[in-house]
């Protein structure tokens, strides 16, 4: 494809993203990613994601008057997901993409199936103190090679048993910051040239698009409806990834 081909293909695939966002409060790379590598190479994708999700996820993290207790409370894992999300970018110009690729399809089907079929796991207060700087610093690995923060982040904001406007805010604002680690990362690293930088902002407009229409579906959604449709999109987007090694 050429630029321009890939710019428009960027268009739609990113409004598919925004709107299963908009339902899950998650899904944008889960929907794009896969997409976005059939046209164009892992770290491509990547870039054009990093302004779709930092924005998408900082309009999702201030809804809802939820922004400041949830920051009170995750702090100390959003900041070792920023830290290690900037550094592990190096592993996108170290690791080979079907490494990379394997990693990715394998831990967005394993992590959300342990989630959905062991809902009795707790993570009961006392213990966040010690396990939000770990699972922040896991995810921000997985997001800094990947952009898919979600299967760790996932994991752990299920087992806290939040609502699902709750849930929405808190893993809105986990990817905020880890997006930013991962634009930062790139950044740094040289991995993004800034033809992709000027991409990544246009199709910021489908995402918001589709972001607006999805939230309309969620506000109707069962929580019953809404686990489950988050564990299907994470399995098919897995095996999507492991299907390229074949």
Not at 69 to 98: D, H, M, Y
Request: net charge positive; hydrophobic share 60%.
């Amino acid at each position: 494809m050429d630029s321009a081909e890939i710019l428009l293909y960027s268009l739609l695939v990113l409004f598919l993203g925004g709107l299963f966002k908009g339902v899950a409060g998650l899904g944008l790379p889960l929907i794009g990613m896969p997409l976005l590598t059939l046209a164009v190479d892992l770290k491509t994708a990547v870039a054009i994601l990093v302004m779709p999700l930092v924005a998408s996820n900082l309009f999702q993290s201030f809804q809802g008057g939820l922004f400041a207790p949830i920051f009170r409370r995750f702090w100390p894992l959003l900041l070792s997901l920023f830290v290690v999300g900037v550094v592990s970018t190096k592993a996108l110009v170290i690791l080979p993409e079907q490494v990379l690729f394997a990693i990715i399809g394998i831990a967005l089907i394993i992590v959300p199936t342990i989630a959905h079929f062991r809902p009795d796991l707790r993570v009961v207060p006392g213990q966040e103190h010690w396990l939000g700087p770990l699972v922040g610093a896991a995810a921000g690995f997985m997001g800094g090679i990947s952009s898919f923060y979600g299967p760790i982040l996932l994991l752990y904001v299920v087992w806290l048993r939040l609502p699902k406007n709750e849930f929405v805010v808190a893993i809105s604002q986990m990817f905020s910051i880890g997006a930013i680690g991962l634009a930062l990362g790139l950044f740094a690293f040289g991995i993004t040239k800034p033809v992709q930088f000027g991409i990544s902002t246009i199709v910021c407009v489908p995402v918001f698009a589709g972001l607006w229409l999805g939230q309309k579906v969620r506000f109707r959604m069962s929580e019953r409806g809404f686990a489950r449709l988050i564990l299907i999109t994470y399995i098919v987007s897995g095996a999507t990834f492991l299907l390229k090694l074949v």
